[in-house]
Every structure is written in C-alpha cells, then in structure tokens.
C-alpha cells in the first residue's frame, strides 16, 4: 500500500497541504520549486541600484525594496508544483515531451490559451499582486511564430535559434523579462531621428561573432529577479529605423548591463513593519527598473531579429496581443481580492447588511467578470499560426486590456468607497504597538467590537495599497496606454461591414461602392 | 488493501469548490481510501475534480474507473454543496464494486 507523506509546499508560503506520495514524473523532473528559484538568483553577478546605493549582487533579492517581488515570482515555480493547482501552471513541451512550467511553454492549442488566463487568475488571487513572469512567456510566443514566418519569407534561421533558445529555457526553467519598452524621447520623432540615438535600442556593432547593443529599456518588470531579458522593438520600424529593428537574448548580469530600481508609492513603508505595507508578503505591482545596456554583447545564436525592419510591426502586434491577453486573468484575480478585502471591511465595519454595499459589491463582481470575459474570449477565438502554435485574438485581446484601463479604476473606486476614510488616515503599526498611545489607536479604530482592530487595518492597509498609486497606473499603461488599444481595435474591427449591415436592415440598396455613403 | 484514488485537480481559478477541501472530507468519509495524486501508476480510481462547471481539468490517460466532480456535479448530476462529499462516496463505492467484479 502506498505510504502517504506530507508535501507541503516551500518558501514558507501558505498553500494547500495535501498528503500524497511524492509525485512521480514520468518525465524528467524539471521544473524548479520556489525556493530553487530563489537560491538561483544568489548566483548572478547583477549590478542594482535602488536610490541611489549599489547593491551588493548576492544580496539584491533581499533588500526590502525587492523581497516581496521575489516571493510573488516565486510562485509561479511553486504553484507548479502544488497538486491543486499544477494542471494550470505545468504543461507539456512540444519540444521535448518533458513536464515544464507553463511559464516556459509555447500554445499548443486554445485550451492553453485559456489556461494561461485562468492560471493567471488563480496565481493573483495567491499573491494580490503581479508575479512578472508573463513577459518573457509573452515574448517567447510572440517571437516563436514571428521567426518562423520571417524565416519562410526572408530565408533567415532565427526560427531554429529560437526553439533552441526555447528549450533552453524550459529545461532550467528560467524566468526572462520582457524588455519592449524603450524611453523613446520624443513622442512624436522615429529613433533615427532622436537628439540622442539611444533613445531606443539599437546595433552599434555587428561582427562574426554576434552583435553590440546599446540603450536602455523602461518600466523593466520582474527584471531584477529574472535571469535573462528578450529584447524587443518597442513598435513597427521602416527601413531607416533598420538597426534599431533587433531582438535577442541578453543575461540580467551580462557585461555592460545595470539596473536602476523603481521607486513606488509607499515603499519606504517597506522599511519598517508590516501591516502598513498592505501586502507585506508579495508587494505591489512588479518591481520595475529602467535598464541600461552600455555596449552589451549578444552572440548571434542568442540573436532572433537583426535589421528586419518589416517584420518588428508583426512582432509588436503579436507580444501586444499576448500580453493584452493576460490583463483579464490577472487583474480578474487582483480585483476578487480587493471585492474580498472590500466586503471583508464590510463585515468589520457593520454595515455589510446594508442595500447599497451589497449593490456595490455585486457591481464590482459585474466589473471584474466583465474583465476575465474578455480574456477567455479572445483565447477561445484564438487561432494557429504558420509556425502551429496559437495566438488569440487580437480584436478581443485589444478591447480586454482597454476594459482594463477603465473598470479597475470603477471597482478600485467603489472599493474605496467601502473600505472607508481611515484607508486614507490610519495612523502606523508603530502608534498601535506604542505603549502609551497604542491603546488609543485600538479604540478608535475598531468597528465591530468582536473583530481585533489591528485585523481591520490590516485590511484597511490591503485596500488602500491594491487600490491607488502605482497599482492603479499600471492598469492604464502597462501593455500599453489605451490609445494603442483603440488604434488596434479600429483597425481590427470592419466598420464597413457594420455600414452594409445597418443598410440592409434599412433597406437601403448598396449603390456600388457604400464607403462612399 | 486500501483503494487507491488517483486525484487531479483543474487548478482552482474561480471555484465554487475547493477541490483539496473535498478530498479532506472524502478522506474523514472513508477512512479506507487512500487519496494520491494522479500521477501515481498504482491508483484503482481516478478521480477529477474541477472547481466549476467550466469541467476544464485535464483528463490524464487512465484505462481505469474514472469520475468527473466539476462544481457541485458528480457525473454531470447537480447536487447540493452539502451533500457532494457523500455522492462522491457513493460514487466511488459503486466503482469499487464494479472493480472487484
Ligand atoms: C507597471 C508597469 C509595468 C510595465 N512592464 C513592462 C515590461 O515588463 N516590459 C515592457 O516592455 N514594458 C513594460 N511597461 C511599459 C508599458 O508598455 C508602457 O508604459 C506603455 O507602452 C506606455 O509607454 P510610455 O510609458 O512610454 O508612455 P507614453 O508612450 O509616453 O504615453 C503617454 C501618453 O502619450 C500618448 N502618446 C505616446 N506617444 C504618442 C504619439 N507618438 N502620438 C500621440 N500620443 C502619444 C499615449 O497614448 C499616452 O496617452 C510597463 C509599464 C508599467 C506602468
């Protein structure tokens, strides 16, 4: 009879503990835990600064600043590895036929479309905050059927590179940032036509042995506790633009490469206590830095796009739409935590009976539905793509992240509005643990007499870190500002064919061509 | 000999059940169950359990008894959240039955 052990999960991170023998892999076991993910880190020689002070490179992922964005990326290993959730967060290679994280994987059909946006959800509900892997996992599919259409049209053999690059990363089960975003200048200038040509990243070298790269990437999310960053233009390029049309495979630690840390509202808060940090475990939002490239070498077969101006537009639109993908996923799971935490103050407050707080809630349930719909619709409309592996539909993709910049601001809003003044006002951890006037604070600030008052700041403290601030900035701009949504979605949708329906129902004949109308 | 369950769980993103919830109560049900997970070769049942309706868990190649609990369904048949645990049993009892046949 089988002898039963307990697996509970690592990282002292609270999840499911479940008794089962040890899991047996058919396969080779590959997967990394969460704690092998951290302990890897230790090993890089990463040069971070945050305010001004380099850190020392072993010890990067322990500074205050960053923990809690290591624990969230964690989780994505972890939870691979959880029997409650590893249906979600493993997968199959197609590559090698090994168990791998999904992190790591390329869509093999729409079922994994739909996967990735449930596992998101599931995994923001575990952390209340974004846990950075989705990037590289973006990068990777959108690069995947990208390399081989240029290749079929071009002759190039990035297509190979990239599978390799591919499998190399599912068999260490490395996390890889996303690295579009250029600082870009001035809006309204190409890059060969900045003041200053670093202003996007482009070639300053090319020899037999690879490329040099030189400029800087911002709003680098997950890119200090990564191991690798994939290099993207940050839009479609036109011939001039030719040396800036480049993708590769760069080390976070790579020779010429520094990281300046991000500063966040209320992070000093993270020097201190924890209850008025919110979520002291996980953090808020994805720990971003800008990065400098300074003359950084990539050897060619870590190179995946190198001057081919017509295909940087396919590659934008495709990790675009990947990304915008997750957006329901992911916000959907960080809004049934603030509807949680806004309920639960509620509760603690007394007025969880009342009509117009149930009203609330349920619109905000509408809201955050509303969001997770649009992420599985645009994965089930998903489609194959040249190279066999899905991308989803990028009408419904588009629509989803701009949804996304309108109703978590509503239900952030609304969540506000139920979590009370004292979100705003608390006093700190420190005046409720003071002896003389702690007692004060616990008096004033209890609600109903049975719930403890440093629970219902906690909670206060949840909200008002979920629900302002940096974690509200993100939901307009990160995977792009909304105007790059509606470009998107004006393009995608036939305003023509809508023209024709609407003269048909009128009876109005076509009279040759209706766009003349 | 103890039946073995071989349990697979969808993963939980928005469940109306907790899947390893259940499998703490099945296990206070049945004291002579064993629950492991389905990748287990020496499992007598598996068992799926999804957390909704959605039934999106994926089905792992069992030649094998197999029951679907999607939500609070036990073989697609609705029942009340209270009176899951006990219809999973049962289930589980009439596979077992049919295995000793
Ligand atoms: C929290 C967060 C995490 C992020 N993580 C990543 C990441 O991991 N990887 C990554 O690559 N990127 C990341 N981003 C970057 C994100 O994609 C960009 O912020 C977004 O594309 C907007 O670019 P921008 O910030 O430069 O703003 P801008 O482009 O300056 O936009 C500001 C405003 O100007 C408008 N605008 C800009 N250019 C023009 C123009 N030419 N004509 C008219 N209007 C214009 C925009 O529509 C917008 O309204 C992240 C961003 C955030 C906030």
């Known amino acids: 009879m089988a002898c039963t052990a307990i697996l509970i999960?690592?990282?002292?991170?609270?999840?499911?503990?479940?008794?089962?023998?040890?899991?047996?892999?058919?396969g080779e076991m590959i997967m990394k835990t969460g704690k092998e993910y951290i302990e890897s880190l230790r090993n890089r020689n990463i040069?971070?600064?945050?305010?001004?002070?380099?850190?020392?490179?072993?010890?990067?992922?322990?500074h205050p600043f960053i923990r809690g964005h290591v624990n969230s990326a964690a989780m994505t290993f972890e939870l691979a590895h959880d029997p409650a959730t590893e249906d979600l967060v493993s997968a199959i290679s197609h590559l090698t036929g090994k168990k791998i994280n999904r992190f790591t994987?390329?869509?093999?059909?729409?079922?994994?479309?739909?996967?990735?946006?449930?596992?998101?959800?599931?995994?923001?509900?575990?952390?209340?905050?974004c846990y950075q892997r989705c990037v590289g996992f973006d990068a990777i599919n959108a690069l995947y059927s990208t390399t081989f259409e240029m290749d079929m049209k071009l002759g190039t053999s990035y297509h190979e590179r990239m599978k390799k690059y591919i499998e190399y990363m599912q068999d260490n089960d490395i996390m890889v940032a996303g690295a579009m975003t250029d600082p870009k200048g001035d809006r309204s200038l190409r890059p060969g036509q900045q003041a200053d040509p670093?202003?996007?990243?482009?070639?300053?070298?090319?020899?037999?042995?690879?490329?040099?790269?030189?400029?800087?990437?911002a709003h680098m999310t997950g890119m200090v506790n990564s191991h690798e960053m994939l290099i993207m233009p940050t839009m479609g390029m036109i011939a001039e633009d030719?040396?800036?049309?480049?993708?590769?495979?760069?080390p976070v630690d790579a020779p010429g490469v520094l990281h300046i840390f991000g500063r966040q509202t209320n992070d000093d808060r993270k020097c201190e206590g924890e209850i008025d940090q919110g979520n002291a475990q996980f953090g808020i939002v994805g720990g971003e830095c800008l990065t400098v490239l300074e003359n950084v070498f990539v050897p060619w077969e870590k190179v995946f796009m190198c001057g081919e101006t017509d295909f940087a537009g396919m590659l934008v639109e495709r990790f675009a739409s990947y990304h915008r993908q997750n957006y329901g996923g992911c916000k959907g799971g960080v809004s049934d935590i603030v509807i949680g935490a806004a309920a639960v103050m509620a509760d603690y407050s007394g007025y969880a009976k009342a009509a117009h707080i149930k009203d609330k809630i349920n619109e905000m349930i509408h809201l955050a539905e509303t969001l997770y719909a649009c992420s599985i619709a645009c994965s089930a409309e998903g489609k194959q793509t040249a190279s066999g592996s899905y991308f989803v539909d990028p009408l419904l993709a588009n629509v989803g992240k701009h949804n996304v910049t309108r109703l978590i601001y509503d239900i952030d809003r609304i969540a506000q509005d139920i979590g009370g003044g004292l979100t705003a006002t608390l006093p700190s951890e420190s005046d409720l643990k003071n002896p003389d006037i702690g007692k004060y604070?616990?008096?004033?600030?209890?609600?109903?007499?049975?719930?403890?008052?440093e629970d219902r700041m906690r909670m206060a403290r949840l909200l008002e870190n979920m629900t302002g601030g940096t974690a509200l900035i993100e939901s307009m701009h990160g995977a792009g500002s909304p105007q790059a949504q509606k470009v998107m979605y004006s393009k995608l949708s036939n305003l023509d064919h809508k023209k024709r329906c609407a003269m048909a129902i009128a009876g109005i004949k076509p009279k040759g061509d209706e766009k003349a109308q | 000999m103890k039946t073995i369950i071989g349990v697979k769980f969808c993963g939980h993103c928005n469940p109306l059940i907790e899947g390893p919830e259940v499998i703490e109560n099945l296990k206070k049900l049945g004291p002579d169950l064993e629950f492991l997970s389905w990748e287990e070769q020496q499992k007598d049942i598996l068992l799926i359990i999804s957390g909704c309706t959605a039934d999106c868990a994926t089905r792992p190649q069992?030649?094998?008894?197999?029951?679907?609990?999607?939500?609070?369904?036990?073989?697609?048949?609705?029942?009340s959240l209270s009176e899951l645990p006990s219809q999973i049993l049962r289930t589980i009892r009439e596979k077992e039955a049919v295995c000793l046949d």
């Not at chain 1, 040069?47 to 322990?62: P, R």
């Open chain 1, 198 to 217: 670093d202003m996007f990243v482009h070639v300053v070298e090319r020899n037999d042995q690879g490329i040099v790269v030189r400029g800087a990437k």
């Open chain 1, 441 to 453: 604070v616990e008096k004033y600030f209890k609600g109903v007499a049975s719930v403890p008052t």
């Open chain 1, 9 to 26: 999960c690592g990282i002292g991170l609270a999840l499911i503990t479940f008794h089962l023998r040890e899991l047996t892999f058919k």
């Open chain 1, 105 to 129: 994987h390329i869509h093999q059909s729409r079922e994994d479309l739909i996967k990735k946006v449930k596992m998101l959800r599931m995994i923001s509900q575990k952390t209340g905050t």
């Open chain 1, 242 to 250: 030719k040396d800036y049309a480049v993708s590769c495979a760069i």
């Open chain 2, 62 to 79: 069992f030649k094998g008894p197999v029951i679907n609990v999607s939500g609070s369904s036990v073989e697609r048949i609705q029942y």
């Open chain 1, 47 to 62: 040069k971070v600064y945050v305010k001004g002070q380099l850190l020392n490179s072993e010890e990067v992922i322990d």
